[in-house]
């Protein structure tokens, strides 16, 4: 899993230009697919090799009578959630109330904090000793907006990021339960577990928290992830509870190995739907669409084939999807979800031999070459797959610049009619000869 690096601070203090730079410029966002509606919520990045979920906790009430409150709730919710808080102070504005009140939490918290003191340029920098009073360590002077010192300061970052245990490979496979409010996922869960591990209620919204429910299904172990519904943006006040609520439903999102994206079978398909499939392909997991709530479906001949083309038509983005139609109310074909995780995780982890990727590609490139482009035309030397989960393949070329986004796709249909890659992104990337 990646690591979780949450973005703390006051207004204005410059969190957005620190993500924005962080995000845009200094290191590369992973998987950008052009066409999928996407929330500043979260990017995925890399830095000196090390990869890492980029978490903006978001903006603060202005109001004057709650901002103390506020301030903690959110700083509480960032601690929780994250493998590293990054802190985010103002050098002009100084050392205010609000910046003592959310290091008083991180100070109280087991979590490493970097302390990052933005709009630091040659004028100010002697008002940097101010900073060490809020007992976080060695303040690290960055401008976000020239990019000056965030290098040093994602170096601190990655320093602080926890070990990893790679001998621990026998642990559960982590299945989170991601949707809208009221679509069924906490029955789902209950279904699985065998009790009522989760509150069941119609009315939406009434999971507030991530809940991690064990279960074990044909002696294989499984960890079961229940998360909030996520509402659409304009949906959710500022100052509401259901904001963080949609933060750790990301979270569950990035911790675990298949998520299972709940619909209402008996609803039109809404755009709040498409995007939280588009969270979930953003991230590079293995998923399952399950169209729960099949029992309140009324049904002719083609009501499958008509839902999975509805399907096809809003998850045009993740054309490798696959759905099964469930109740949880009657228990209808809920055994079959885990056949699916299990399906779509051994997809999602299939490693191809050198040989062989190399004589596809080669058959692809005989049947159909690049175009040209200004007279020269892209080379591809050989390809490899160096990593799984989700699976990337690495194609050596002449000139990286060369190769057209339509050919791209090309090469990944190729691979996904040769391979069993159903349920699972992939991910291609193309180096040049002197990259």
């Not at 979260?42 to 890492?52: L, T």
């Not at 004057?64 to 002009?92: H, M």
């Not at 099949?294 to 999975?308: F, I, M, N």
């Amino acid at each position: 899993m990646k690591p979780l690096v949450a973005i703390v601070g006051r207004p204005n203090v410059g969190k957005s230009t620190l993500i924005n730079r962080i995000s845009g410029k200094r290191i590369a966002i992973v998987d950008d697919i052009p066409g999928v509606t996407r929330d500043r919520l979260y990017a995925d990045c890399e830095w000196c090799g090390k990869q890492f979920t980029l978490i903006d906790t978001g903006g603060i009430d202005d109001s004057e009578d709650d901002i103390s409150r506020s301030v903690k709730r959110q700083a509480l919710d960032a601690v929780e959630l994250a493998s590293v808080v990054l802190f985010v102070t103002d050098i002009k504005q100084g050392v205010l109330p609000g910046d003592r009140d959310i290091a008083e939490v991180l100070r109280k918290s087991n979590k490493p904090v970097v302390l990052a003191v933005n709009k630091a340029d040659a004028a100010n920098r002697d008002n940097v000793y101010d900073f060490y009073g809020l007992g976080l360590g060695e303040p690290v002077l960055v401008s976000a907006e020239h990019g000056s010192g965030v290098g040093d300061l994602l170096d601190e970052v990655c320093v602080s990021f926890p070990q990893i245990d790679e001998e621990q490979t026998d642990k559960p496979l982590s299945i989170a339960v991601v949707g809208k409010p009221n679509v069924g996922k906490s029955s789902l869960v209950n279904r699985f577990s065998g009790y009522e591990r989760s509150i069941v209620s119609d009315i939406a919204g009434t999971t507030r928290d991530a809940i991690d429910t064990p279960i074990t299904v044909n002696g294989k172990d499984y960890i079961i992830i229940d998360t909030a519904g996520m509402r659409r943006k304009r949906d959710i006040e500022s100052k509401s509870i259901e904001r963080y609520s949609v933060l750790r439903a990301i979270a569950a999102i990035k911790r675990a190995d298949v998520v299972l994206i709940v619909m209402d079978a008996s609803q039109p398909i809404s755009e709040q739907d498409e995007k939280i499939a588009g969270l979930v392909h953003e991230s590079g997991k293995p998923s399952v669409v399950v169209l729960n709530k099949w029992d309140a479906v009324e049904k002719s001949t083609y009501t499958l084939k008509e839902k999975t083309d509805e399907l096809s038509e809003h998850l045009a983005f993740m054309s490798y999807f696959t759905s099964l139609s469930v109740s949880a109310v009657t228990g209808q074909r809920v055994e079959k979800i885990i056949e699916s995780v299990d399906y779509v995780y051994a997809n999602a982890t299939r490693r191809i031999a050198t040989g062989l990727l190399n004589e596809l590609v080669g058959q692809a490139v005989a049947a159909t070459e690049p175009t040209a482009h200004k007279g020269k035309k892209a080379k591809i030397l050989y390809a490899s797959q160096p990593g799984v989960c989700p699976p990337m393949f690495v194609f050596k070329v002449n000139d990286a610049k060369l190769v057209h986004f339509s050919y791209e796709r090309y090469l990944e249909n190729q691979l996904r009619r040769a391979f069993d890659f159903t349920g699972t992104p992939i991910v291609l990337k193309f180096s040049g000869r002197g990259d």
